[in-house]
Nanobody
Framework: QVQLVESGGGLVQAGGSLRLSCAASGRTFSNLAMGWFRQAPGKDREFVAVINRSGDSTDYADSVKDRFTISRENAKNTVYLQMNSLKPEHTAVYYC?????????????????WGQGTQVTVSS
């Protein structure tokens, strides 16, 4: 089992930045690929970014490339999502997810563990 707890969400003005954190426990963190997803009101949960086990490979949704950065600290069992130049359309609940696969999954089914989410609200 893996427990994931997100933090760092909140209210920010357009153009601002936030850094989300996700702390993992219960399984060897370095054996897990870690992803971020988001779900806006009335929409499906969508892929945002993923990082591999060692942290040297990442993948992003086209909509967040050059704006968001995913990183991890295996010594702290934590994955981060740095979000810059935020826009109102980035408003959503952001979820951290863990995958035992060695790949970089973009689909929800590739993840076996999920956090409860953290709300990000970007005001115009």
């Amino acid at each position: 089992q893996v427990q994931l707890v997100e933090s760092g969400g909140g209210l920010v003005q357009a153009g601002g930045s936030l850094r989300l954190s996700c702390a993992a426990s219960g399984r060897t963190f370095s054996n897990l690929a870690m992803g971020w997803f988001r779900q806006a009101p009335g929409k499906d949960r969508e892929f945002v970014a993923v990082i591999n086990r060692s942290g040297d490979s990442t993948d992003y949704a086209d909509s967040v490339k050059d704006r968001f950065t995913i990183s991890r600290e295996n010594a702290k069992n934590t994955v981060y999502l740095q979000m810059n130049s935020l826009k109102p359309e980035h408003t959503a609940v952001y979820y951290c997810a863990a995958s035992r696969t060695g790949a970089l999954p973009r689909w929800r089914g590739g993840y076996g563990y999920w956090g409860q989410g953290t709300q990000v609200t970007v005001s115009s």
